[in-house]
């Protein structure tokens, strides 16, 4: 447990000196009072810094060696500090010296975590000492003001790791990434020869003017060969990058570096590539006497245009870490503007002018919960001073691009800068747009969803959106014990309010007040127990703040409030206006049918009396327990394919049992199909790397269906809260959403919601999503879909099972019981498995090429089922190369189904593989696949005629049992029922061979097994083949049994007059019925199955390979009718190409009735180069890869014949398939002849460049603009 110990916070002027602790550990039975936190134990903890340490050594613990763990609340007295002017968080720093701290195991030698230490400025630390610490030597999280004065870091994980630590001052420290002794100890096998070298990180999220301060220290160390993390001597760090902005200028200076080079001095990478989805911008230092860059005094910048748009950075140097680039002689100051945080500026983008050249700068990325979301939303930028008479102008535009006001816009800009040109704030002016137009006519609404509901914040306690008598509720939390009181605001779009001076606002509403124990609190409107309503306009040539309490009742009753408000002159200039509901302590406030409207010019003064109801229409009462905002979707999609049909059944079922489901991501074991098992407490669990997590539904393997409701059960166990601002949505066959219900709040632990699906509503999936800006864990406890099945078909063509029976093969077996053919044999009782001593895989070949929709393994029952966890499944063509694949999260328990869904339009395959990225044992019980044969025949061989040669052909065989049935002729008498059957253990291999009275070349073959028993008998199977002569031409052996019936592909172009089949090991051999297709050889290979495209002998020529991927674009006036074809291996006329019959008929030339240009366009989407992004799996993908040509004038780019695929990133500026940025003039550079194929955002982009020849391009399924000169 902790050692030496201040317990409660209460405790002053106390010394401890020269004190050792050493060897700290955890407290084996839990820690006495759950206040205390020796978890993770410290050798000094520290509840108040009014004490003295000098001298004193923490020597080995399993958490930090010193740890200010600085409480709000003092236990044993139950005082509550806040109240009582006690708080130690912000209590004066006795002497700290001479301190020292090595080995700890967790956090750091001295650490502020978790509640930091807002120390009053001037707070010296001396002489401190962190060593040989595992995490860092200096740990500050929350804190501020600490000037470390000398002393020693060295041979930590990070020197110190300044996690919102500002105004941080290291003067005269010295710091030393790798010492000798570290070298001697890994030399000498002491210890391993890890990295432990990080330096000093620079906090983005410091605040203006509270930047680290780093002079008169020493670094040496840092050259020392270790790669990844932090190894430089000075880095900006990537811990909770607020708004992804690097606002605080460090100041640096008289620094020596000892044999450093300037590549292991200073580094950006890990602030601005590892923060996630908050990577840091605009990241500026300046060295201010050149000791940092090793030359002369100038600025590290990081390229980025808000910071280069305004500077020359072809006269900077790029810095080796890649990541900034150092130019002498200019001279930047940061800044920051501050908008409104909420949820209806999410989109907004700021754009930077001085009048030349405009940057564009992205509003990052809301870094607390949309609940709490109190804070400004910052956007950065870097100026240099601007032009004489030419201020830099700022503007806003929203997600639609048009010009726009994010409620209030605060310019604060850093320290100025040791250089002399810097930006001033004289320099930097905003423009607003006008305020006249619908903009303006409506601030804001109660039913306006979200902007309305989602304008609305408050500082920490959190919102919730309900319903009460029809109408949107809002309501906060009650207060916590350690925050001020709960307000509830909102920012007004000051734009409107400026540009209509002498124009009269209506600002009305309704409120009502409860306690903690959800009882109506009364208050009289006139002291501070009333809530008080404030509007206030600030920032112009004069404020306006204008206030007024509220009257609440206790009996339930909504108190409604009513104010018209005239925008008086003298606020222009004004940049925040602002709605804020207060001064209530320890009440939770709600509020309805809110508003501001602007009330027109020529009509009466409005009450809310005459206002008219806006509230949304809710469902029927009989169903009173959902809580849902209504469909954003005004007019619902019809489903293409009507009814005609009545519902099978009068009786509705969950229709979910039977469907197929599948998710964007699965993590935690948490399988898509646990959702729809029938058991609420399994659930489907997605990862949190998405926005918009999603689970669906395929309710129509057979038919469509008639829904009446969809009922969503939360999970039982925890984690309820996730669950929120979610779509539910009903799909037809083409995916179009044909009916949708949004659900804003969250649904509790197994709480149910149930949603009522328009009458005739008739469907094939069911989904969940949560809406596209919400990022989430998405998991339920079940997911029911109530309703009929109809008569017609779900699909074109049937889904069936195309796995068992056929032939399977591994990498290894563990021995013949346990072979690859178990996996296919229809038995959950028997398995495969693998030996264990390389990585192994399973293959399953279902025959011939086709849509594969899903794939479902089941686990071995008995044991060891951890063995499948991570593995991968994964679709191969006929030369077995990857189609796609999808990965098995985590581990699957035994006797469990594991179910992956592939996408239909794109999942061609011939064979679905096992595998695991380790050595180790692989095995299942059974692996089944579903979807449909794109045709009965192999896409490897040339096609036969629909004709089986062998039918009523001559046959002989080894022996007959008993003369059983017609011997040898009942296996090609055409009937399945009937069955051959020789003698069995006779001490000979049995065979079978049939005679096809002429010489055919052979394609496949098809067996069928006896029907009513003792089917394992037929396995491990060999084919010969001979000519007219009876010579053996060709010998194909198999492993494995066939089920009822197995197709085999010959493989080769055989041509054969007998064939004969052998199983080995002389048991019996039973044959159903024995099927051969192909042609006479004499007549060269048929097309009558074949559709041929005339696409002219320059592309018949180059397209003419097996397999190839040819895209048909829509001729109809559906813009999604573009789809696939695939080559067939087959010749064809000269100018024609041959394909598999196509899945969709298209309009050629001769059917244009003489307008040719009504025929489909048809494109080769395959090329012999490809440049693909990593796929992001999901219906709703965004991230994929991207390829730019960035700032290379007169320099000649090429690029030619290359497929590129999952291209683009999705809402990121610049991140293109194909991009020219800013090259200027390229004479001569192409991009010619290349394929992008689902593309997240856009094509080809040429953007400030000149003189690019792009020419015969194809783009397919993807998404924005697409060819753009941007």
Request: charged share 20%.
């Amino acid at each position: 447990g902790h050692c030496f110990m201040l317990e409660d916070g209460g405790e002053w002027d106390n010394v401890f000196y020269k004190n050792l602790g050493a060897k700290v550990g955890r407290l084996p039975r839990g820690v006495p009072r759950a206040e205390e936190t020796d978890f993770f134990p410290s050798v000094y903890w520290i509840t108040n810094p009014s004490n003295d340490f000098i001298g004193n050594v923490a020597a080995g613990s399993q958490g930090p060696g010193f740890w200010f763990e600085l409480k709000l609340r003092a236990p044993s007295s139950g005082l509550e500090i806040n109240n009582h002017g006690v708080n130690p968080k912000a209590l004066a720093q006795k002497t700290f010296k001479d301190n020292a701290s090595h080995s700890s195991g967790f956090r750091a030698g001295f650490t502020t975590y978790e509640t930091g230490y807002l120390a009053p400025p001037g707070t010296v630390w001396e002489n401190i000492k962190a060593y040989k610490n595992n995490e860092a030597g200096l740990f500050q999280h929350g804190t501020a003001n600490i000037d470390f004065q000398g002393g020693l870091l060295a041979d930590n994980g990070q020197a110190a790791h300044n996690f919102h630590h500002d105004n941080a001052i290291y003067d005269g420290t010295e710091v030393i990434g790798r010492s000798e002794h570290m070298q001697f100890l890994i030399d000498q096998g002491r210890i391993g020869d890890h990295c432990k070298t990080g330096g000093l990180s620079l906090q983005p999220n410091e605040g203006m003017g509270r930047g680290t301060t780093i002079k008169n220290s020493s670094f040496k160390g840092f050259d020392n060969g270790c790669s990844g993390g932090p190894k430089y001597a000075i880095h900006v760090g990537n811990n909770q990058v607020r708004n992804g902005v690097f606002d605080a200028s460090p100041t640096i200076f008289n620094n020596t570096f000892a044999d450093e080079p300037v590549s292991s001095r200073i580094s950006a990478c890990w602030g601005i590539h590892s923060s996630g989805d908050n990577d840091v911008r605009t990241v500026v230092i300046e060295d201010m006497d050149g000791s940092l860059s090793g030359s002369s005094p100038g600025f590290f910048v990081q390229d980025e245009p808000s910071v280069t748009s305004f500077i020359d950075i072809t006269n900077c140097q790029m810095v080796t870490d890649g990541c900034l680039h150092f130019c002498e002689n200019i001279c930047l100051r940061l800044g920051i503007v501050s908008i409104s945080q909420d949820l209806t500026t999410r989109n907004f983008n700021m754009h930077i002018s001085d009048g030349t050249n405009t940057a564009p700068v992205n509003r990052g990325n809301i870094w607390f919960d949309e609940k709490q979301n109190h804070l400004s939303a910052q956007m950065p930028l870097a100026l240099p001073a601007a032009a004489t008479g030419s201020p830099y102008q700022i503007t806003f535009t929203d997600a639609n691009d048009e010009a726009a006001w994010p409620g209030f816009a605060k310019l604060n800009l850093e320290r100025a800068p040791s250089c002399i040109g810097g930006v001033s704030a004289g320099e930097i002016e905003f423009a607003m747009p006008d305020g006249g137009g619908d903009r303006c006519m409506d601030l804001f609404k109660y039913d306006d969803y979200p902007n309305g509901i989602h304008g609305w914040q408050n500082f920490f306690a959190g919102l919730v959106v309900s319903e009460d008598a029809g109408k949107y509720v809002i309501s906060t939390n009650r207060r916590k014990h350690d925050r001020g009181h709960v307000n509830l605001s909102r920012n007004l779009d000051t734009s409107c309010l400026v540009g209509n001076i002498g124009r009269t606002f209506h600002l009305f509403g309704k409120m009502r007040m409860k306690d903690e124990s959800d009882a109506d609190v009364a208050s009289d409107g006139t002291s501070n127990d009333s809530p008080k309503i404030t509007f206030s306009i600030t920032g112009g040539q004069s404020n306006i703040v204008m206030s007024w309490n509220l009257a609440t009742s206790s009996d339930g009753s909504w108190a409604e409030f009513s104010e018209e408000i005239t925008m008086p002159s003298g606020i222009e200039g004004a940049n925040r206006a602002q709605i804020v509901i207060d001064k209530a302590e320890k009440q939770e406030f709600l509020i309805t049918e809110w508003g501001m409207i602007l009330i027109p010019s020529e009509a009466p003064t409005l009450r809310p009396s005459s206002y008219p109801s806006v509230s949304p229409t809710l469902r029927p009462s009989s169903h009173p327990t959902v809580s849902l905002v209504p469909t954003k979707v005004a007019t619902l999609t019809p489903t293409k394919q009507p009814v005609t049909a009545a519902p099978v059944s009068a009786t509705p079922t969950n229709l979910a049992l039977t469907g197929l489901a599948s998710g964007d991501s699965e993590c935690h074991n948490g399988f898509a199909y646990k959702a729809i098992d029938g058991n609420s407490n399994s659930i489907n669990h997605s990862c949190c790397t998405n926005y918009g997590a999603w689970l669906m539904v395929d309710l129509g393997i057979g038919t469509l269906n008639y829904i009446e409701k969809i009922v969503v059960k939360n999970r039982v166990d925890c984690c309820g809260g996730r669950l929120k601002r979610f779509y539910v949505e009903l799909l037809d066959a083409d995916k179009n959403v044909v009916f949708d219900q949004y659900h804003y709040g969250t649904v509790g632990n197994a709480q149910v919601r149930e949603f009522v699906v328009d009458d005739g509503t008739v469907a094939r999936f069911a989904r969940v999503r949560h809406e596209d800006s919400y990022k989430d864990f998405l998991h339920i406890g079940e997911l029911e879909v109530w309703g009929y099945p109809t008569e017609v078909p779900a699909s074109s063509e049937p889904i069936i099972e195309m796995a068992t029976g056929m032939e399977a093969t591994a990498s290894t077996i563990w021995s013949q019981s346990s072979a690859a053919s178990k996996s296919v044999d229809g038995n959950i009782n028997s398995i495969f498995h693998s030996k264990c001593n390389a990585v192994p895989w399973l293959r399953v070949d279902i025959g011939v090429m086709s849509f594969v929709q899903d794939v479902k393994i089941t686990n071995r029952g008995d044991c060891c089922g951890g063995r499948l966890r991570y593995a991968t499944v994964e679709l191969l063509d006929e030369d077995l190369n990857p189609v796609e694949s999808r990965y098995i999260q985590g581990s699957v328990g035994n006797g469990q189904v594991v179910q992956k869904v592939f996408n239909e339009e794109t999942s061609l395959a011939r064979y679905v593989q096992l595998s695991l990225n380790r050595a180790d044992c692989l095995h299942v019980a059974e692996v089944q696949v579903y979807g449909y044969h794109l045709m009965a025949k192999p896409t490897s061989s040339p096609t036969p005629v629909p004709e089986n040669l062998a039918l009523n052909k001559p046959a002989t065989q080894s022996s007959t049992y008993n003369n059983a049935g017609d011997g040898a002729s009942s296996a090609v008498d055409g009937n399945y029922n009937s069955f051959t059957h020789t003698h069995c253990w006779q001490g000979i291999n049995q065979w079978w061979k049939v005679d096809l009275e002429d010489v055919y070349t052979i394609a496949s073959i098809t067996v069928g097994n006896r029907l009513d028993c003792c089917g394992g008998r037929f396995h491990d199977a060999t084919f010969s083949f001979y000519d007219e002569n009876d010579e053996e031409v060709y010998v194909m052996p198999t492993s494995g049994g066939i089920g009822n019936k197995k197709s085999f592909s010959v493989g080769a172009s055989v041509d054969a007059r007998y064939v004969k089949v052998t199983i080995g090991d002389q048991d019996c051999l039973q044959i159903g019925e024995f099927e051969v297709y192909g042609w006479k050889a004499s007549e060269g290979i048929p097309l009558e199955n074949m559709d041929r495209l005339h696409v002219g002998e320059e592309a018949a020529n180059c397209w003419k390979s097996p397999g190839s991927r040819i895209m048909l674009t829509s001729d109809t006036y559906e813009w999604d009718d573009s789809h696939i074809e695939v080559v067939a291996d087959v010749p064809s006329e000269p100018g024609t190409i041959a394909v598999y019959p196509l899945t969709k008929k298209k309009s050629a030339v001769d059917e244009t009735f003489g307008y040719p240009d009504f025929a489909v366009e048809v494109a080769l989407l395959d090329r012999s180069l490809i440049i693909e992004g990593a796929k992001d799996e999901g219906e709703f993908a965004t991230l994929g890869g991207h390829f730019i040509v960035l700032h290379t004038p007169h320099v000649h780019q090429h690029l030619e014949g290359a497929l590129l695929q999952n291209m683009g990133q999705q809402g990121k500026l610049g991140r293109y398939p194909l991009h020219f940025h800013m090259s200027e003039c390229v004479h001569g550079s192409t991009l010619s002849k290349n394929v992008i194929w689902k593309s997240n955002q856009r094509c080809v982009v040429v953007h400030g460049s000149h003189n690019v020849t792009v020419s015969e391009n194809v783009a397919f399924d993807t998404k924005g603009h697409c060819f753009m000169l941007e």
